[in-house]
DNA sequence: AGAAAGATACCGCGCGGTAGGTATGTTTAG
DNA sequence: CTAAACATACCTACCGCGCGGTATCTTTCT
């Protein structure tokens, strides 16, 4: 039974879709180490070497999903940056926001697997820092405050928290901190 | 030239030791992947054989450095907390202190790699777990209140912050930052 | 003598990556 | 209009390497 397997419709856009959604499924469940190209490349239904034509190197895929990430958090901080009436903290509250319950990089994301390859791995590290960076220059009218700042670190402790516990669902430990978090974007000091 | 290889002095504790230094001293500077069983044993001027006879795994060994690591940590907590006058927020300075500049797991030490696997392997995140839950409650009298705890957070958001930059140095951000942090919890609220 | 400490040699596995083929699409010459 | 010519997308099969781990032997300590 010879069947002829080049029978793929060719559509490289969604193929390549596929293959960073798929990468980000396997890392939030089954941890970064799972993430292997053949995982990846079968989890997409395609063979490795299809995976390389679209990634050369799995490190190309690892950034390209990394940039796609930070893409999403990018749409989300900004659309609740303009939902934000009070300018001060309006990015602070929308970060706090993004970690605790956005759909992007929040608890329960890809993000968490990700963000640690993060730490180990200076190329990505560079597209972290490039990213936070621009992001603090560009709400510096509005964010550069030493409080602020704070709350901000406060979050990313809170979430490097939710995930080291493993958690499934957020505690209400964390929902508490979560809701000070906010308040304290809105105190005057 | 059949130089004897079996001349080593026989010194089971001092070799263990080396080993964990071995493993500690390569994940601080090669990475957590770094850390292979036969990286640390020539390291420790050891082979795989004689790693393998005083750990059992390489889980083994990874757990036993962590458990060292931890055990460090613990006597210089103590010691911090014990010369410290004020009762009130003592476990949350000491904990922010040893974040910041301490020996044991501040920035640039072995810990900065490890607490990445914590994340990732279940059984050392258990071990964190377990740590910082005895702590907290063993200073429950002194340190549980919401405010020292989004201290104890922001310093952790502080240490994730130091290691993605990958600062050999700590900025003098942070270091503002600590001092506020400290300055927090003595603030009557 | 016997057990502990360590050395040597070897294995199987799974990984990232490559080579070369075959379909499907797009452009262009007659 | 059509068919050759080329480019893109994807598949199959394979490779080398380095890893964790084991089996077995030799030396040293008590």
Redesign the pocket.
């Known amino acids: 039974m010879p069947e002829?397997?080049?029978?793929?419709?060719?559509?490289?856009e969604?193929?390549?879709r596929a293959l960073l959604d798929c990468a980000a499924a396997i890392a939030m469940d089954h941890g970064v180490a799972?993430?292997?190209?053949?995982?990846v490349?079968v989890a997409a239904?395609?063979?490795?070497?299809?995976?390389?034509?679209?990634f050369?190197?799995?490190?190309?895929?690892i950034e390209g999903l990394f940039a796609d990430l930070l893409a999403r958090v990018d749409t989300e901080i900004d659309a609740a940056i303009e939902a934000d009436p009070k300018p001060r903290g309006r990015f602070t509250r929308a970060y706090v926001n993004a970690v605790f319950t956005g759909k992007a990089f929040g608890f329960a994301t890809p993000w968490a697997a990700l963000s640690m390859v993060v730490v180990t791995d200076p190329p990505l590290r560079r597209l972290w820092n490039d990213w936070i960076k621009a992001r603090l220059k560009r709400h510096r009218t509005t964010d550069d405050a030493p409080d602020l700042q704070i709350v901000r670190l406060a979050a990313d402790g809170a979430w490097l928290s939710y995930v080291t516990t493993g958690q499934t669902r957020m505690s209400a430990e964390l929902r508490a901190v979560h809701a000070r978090l906010l308040a304290q974007t809105n105190r005057r000091r």
Chains 1, 2 share one sequence.
Not at 34 to 39: D, F, I, L
């Open positions: 002829n397997r080049y029978t793929r419709a060719k559509q490289p969604q193929v390549r799972g993430v292997t190209v053949q995982a490349a239904g395609v063979t490795k070497g299809g995976l390389f034509h679209h050369g190197s799995k490190q190309a895929l």
